[in-house]
């Protein structure tokens, strides 16, 4: 399982986010698959700048619901930690 953060391409949005596969995951969102008015979708909300991987779905629930309710300053420095520059991280390169 795997806990993810999106943005917009201005940054003005933070998504959060668990899936079991987060290519497939960051594939639906990127095609505003689902049903329509999504978050995500109404926001532009595609850019994969943050995600960990947790041991089961309980673990990553709990951990969502934990960032979620974070401020947007905490969250901001949980990315900025992780990926400073805010690229949008491309799986298939990541070396983390």
Not at 33 to 53: D, H, I, M, P, W
Request: proline share 3%; aromatic share 12%.
């Amino acid at each position: 399982m795997y806990i993810y953060l999106l943005t917009n391409p201005s940054r003005s949005v933070l998504y959060t986010g668990i899936t079991n596969n987060l290519e497939r995951g960051l594939y639906e969102h990127s095609q505003n698959l689902g049903a329509s008015g999504k978050f995500t979708g109404r926001y532009q909300c595609n850019l994969l700048v943050y995600f960990e991987a947790c041991a089961d779905a309980v673990q990553a629930i709990t951990r969502e619901k934990e960032i979620k309710g974070w401020s947007r300053a905490k969250k901001e420095a949980l990315v900025t930690n992780m990926n400073p520059t805010w690229e949008p991280i491309d799986l298939s390169t990541w070396s983390g």
